[in-house]
């Protein structure tokens, strides 16, 4: 007797869509083929594939990095109205798909669609409408509807008149792996991280004797998902449900044998060494939600998270990759400090990291340029709606980077210039202080200042370039006459110093126009430095260049007093004494100024010099009411008091506020701490009785600089501390 074989019917295979971040589109589809995906296409925003199984959809879920979400193709359909999406999500058979017992909600998305479908709700209750009148129908009872967390996510998605009604297998977004309890400002999804680690070149075969190093690590997603990579962990392992165990026709027997398939591959990669996994960041509130997402995701023993500020950053091991995701920097004035930021990462990057790649993901791709480094590979993507790019580089062994120095030299006046007694003037005091500054490694300083009363200006050199400022001309001095032997001057100082036009900046005490006073135009800054710090300074728009010379010495001594104190610098200004009291270890710093304008370039100063974040923070704000409504003490305050201003919301003259200014400031000043108070008005005389309430002494003659030696313009100093307390006593005792 012949036996008869029945042959089975073949299936229709699946069809399925990952959605993903635009950028991310190759990616998604490398890991599609790599689960078994068949005919896999890509569309902006989704990879399409076909599967006689459910194999590969479950891989999808389990170990997809870059997804956003698993769709199941039901249908495609035109449609011109919410009637056709009602009549064609009728005719589908859903008790296939889920029973009366499960929660559902419909999602919709219209694209370019016409005037009767423009309402992606109403498009969305045409669904639901659709689905409960045939549950209804058939059973007599329908399925509740729950948009928080339904058990089965059903999304329409309409492109003009062409529609897709798809399965949510995912359920919740494939970015929420399940291990991120808070976020940082401006947090990236799961998904890209994974994606700027990956296109950095992190994988499972880095080698374990490098390093893995976030600088700015934020709540440690990048850091994390680098851990997840190279442990070889199925990031959906840590997720509590999916989409699909609502679904009729979920296989659990094929599920569960990928889970464990998974976990056997995770834990075989705890057996081999692995790389240093380091992150750090400014913030030590951020720093706290990083270590809290860190052991969310059980790898309190493969990363470490500090706080730490970004001048401080050097390598952990010899080879390693720098990832990073600086901030963004949404305001303008956000966005100079961001600026200046990147700079500060470039030269440390640089100077520092020889042997290591970088990986770096920035919103602000025109800045790039200022880190100073060669861009191998640049990769575009999507942070949202943001466009980004990750750029990634080497640091050259061979060529690290060193800042031009520029040499100054003298040149005998010639005998035919006019200003003849200002050239030799300025050719003596070059004999003088250009050495006297060579010694010292000072590129900033002064060289003239009013020697000769007929040529009332000062010169300064800031590294290559000539600041001339001219004193304001007396009433009875014929200004045509002055304007002359202005010129006379800028004639000699080119000749002494060599110096081409291009480096020469003046700053004319005659009257501008007052239509000119009213253009506003952005100031270029140049990089100066003094020490191990960097300023920006303006040569063009105001009457001082934000780096005040003659409190060089004031500033050296604040960064010696303030290794391991909290400092307050009031009337901040441009913070350069801030900046040189965070170089010198002060553990926080607060800065105070009343000009917004000063604050950004106060901001800028700092990022320039790697801090940053609410242990250095500026604080805009009358400086006098600002210590009023506060009671924190600090280990050192630096007061750089005006000697007037008359804005309406800052009204202060130093003569007659001076007492209530350090008596105030003295308040919030620690027991053990110093106060330094500068102050550059004329015939300024201490109020006495502070003499009686706290030690206080003149350091004037201390913190002149040299080149100041003879100047009518320069900054007194006084030194102020409380009384010990048994002197206190004595002195309050009748």
């Known amino acids: 007797m012949i036996k008869r074989t029945t042959r089975r019917k073949k299936k229709d295979p699946h069809h399925f869509v990952a959605t993903c971040g635009a950028g991310l589109e190759n990616l998604v589809k490398e890991e599609i083929i790599s689960f078994g995906g068949i005919d896999v296409k890509t569309t902006p925003g989704a990879v399409s594939w076909q599967g006689t199984t459910l194999q590969s959809v479950y891989r999808a879920c389990l170990w997809s990095r870059f997804a956003s979400r698993i769709l199941l193709e039901l249908r495609t359909f035109t449609a011109n109205t919410p009637d056709d999406i009602y009549r064609e999500v009728g005719s589908i058979d859903w008790s296939l798909h889920f029973s009366g017992d499960t929660t559902f909600a419909a999602y919709a998305t219209l694209v370019k669609t016409g005037p009767e479908l423009n309402h992606s709700h109403f498009a969305s209750l045409k669904i639901k409408d659709a689905i409960v009148d045939q549950f209804r129908k058939r059973t007599g009872k329908r399925p509740d509807v729950d948009v928080r967390k339904p058990g089965i996510r059903i999304n329409l998605h309409v492109q003009k008149t062409e529609a897709t009604l798809a399965l949510d297998l995912s359920g919740d977004s494939l970015h929420r792996r399940g291990y991120r309890a808070s976020a940082g400002e401006a947090p ?11 296109l950095a070149g992190i994988n499972k075969n880095t080698p374990p004797d490098h390093c893995i190093l976030d600088p700015m690590c934020g709540s440690a997603t990048l850091l994390i998902e680098a851990a997840l990579i190279y442990g070889d962990s199925a990031p959906g392992l840590q997720r509590k449900e999916f989409g699909f165990v609502y679904w009729s026709r979920h296989n659990a027997k094929l599920w569960d044998k990928l889970v464990s398939e998974a976990i056997e591959r ?9 790389p240093s996994i380091i992150g750090y960041d400014a913030d030590p509130r951020v720093v706290a939600v990083a270590r809290k997402n860190v052991i969310n995701a059980g790898l309190q023993d493969r990363i470490i998270v500090k ?27 956000e966005k100079e400090s961001v600026k200046y930021l990147y700079r500060c990462f470039g030269r440390i990057f640089r100077d520092n990291f020889s042997g290591w790649q970088l990986g770096f993901f920035t919103a602000n791709p025109d800045l790039a340029d200022m880190l100073g480094v060669s861009w191998q590979v640049r990769n575009r993507l999507y942070n949202g709606p943001i466009k980004c790019r ?132 952005r100031e270029k800054l140049y990089e100066v430095h003094e020490g191990t710090a960097t300023y920006l300074a303006g040569f063009t728009h105001s009457r001082d260049t934000g780096v005040f010379l003659n409190q060089r010495k004031i500033r050296s001594l604040l960064g010696q007093l303030c290794n391991g104190r909290t400092f307050l610098h009031l009337y901040g200004k441009t913070a350069t004494a801030t900046v040189q009291a965070a170089v010198g270890g002060a553990t926080s710093t607060i800065t105070v100024e009343f000009s917004e304008q000063q604050l950004v370039r106060a901001r800028a100063n700092l990022s320039l010099n790697g801090y940053g974040g609410p242990l250095h923070a500026c604080k805009a704000g009358n400086s006098m009411e600002w ?16 000697t007037s201003s008359r804005h309406k919301k800052m009204v202060f003259d130093i003569h007659a506020d001076h007492e ?27 109020e006495p009785t502070l003499f009686l309430d706290f030690k206080v002494e003149e350091i004037t003659g201390q913190t002149i600089p040299f080149d100041f030696a003879d100047s009518k313009h320069n900054c007194r100093c006084f030194r102020l501390q409380h009384l010990p307390e048994e002197e206190e006593n004595d002195h309050v005792q009748p």
């Open 188 to 198: 990236l999804k799961e998904t890209l991280a994974a994606a700027i680690v990956h």
């Open 266 to 274: 995770e834990d075989k990669r705890t057996e081999i060494p692995w």
């Open 307 to 333: 706080q730490r500020q970004l001048a401080r950053l050097q390598p952990p091991t010899a080879k390693g990759t720098l990832v990073v995701n600086p901030p963004y920097g949404e305001r303008l004035s």
């Open 390 to 521: 990750l750029l990634n580089a080497a640091a050259d062994a061979t060529t690290p980077y060193t800042p031009p120095v520029h040499i100054w030299e003298s040149h005998k006046p010639a005998e035919e210039l006019p200003a003849r007694d200002f050239a030799n003037r300025l050719y003596k005091n070059c004999q003088k202080l250009l050495a006297w500054a060579r010694e010292r490694n000072l590129s900033c300083f002064r060289l003239y200042d009013a020697d000769l009363p007929e040529y009332n200006l000062s010169v300064d050199l800031y590294e290559q370039w000539i600041v001339v400022q001219e004193y304001p001309r007396p009433a009875s001095i014929d200004q045509v006459k002055a304007q002359q032997r202005l010129d006379d001057a800028l004639g000699a100082i080119r000749d002494v110093l060599a110096a081409p036009h291009s480096t020469l900046f003046i700053q004319s005490a005659a009257k501008k126009n007052p239509k000119d006073q009213h253009k506003k135009k």
């Open 627 to 642: 210590l009023r409504s506060g009671r924190e003490r600090y280990g050192v305050i630096f007061i750089d008091a005006p």
């Open 660 to 686: 209530e200014l350090l008596r105030l400031a003295m308040g919030r000043l620690s027991q053990s701490g110093i106060l330094l108070f500068a102050c550059t008005a004329q015939r300024f005389t201490l």
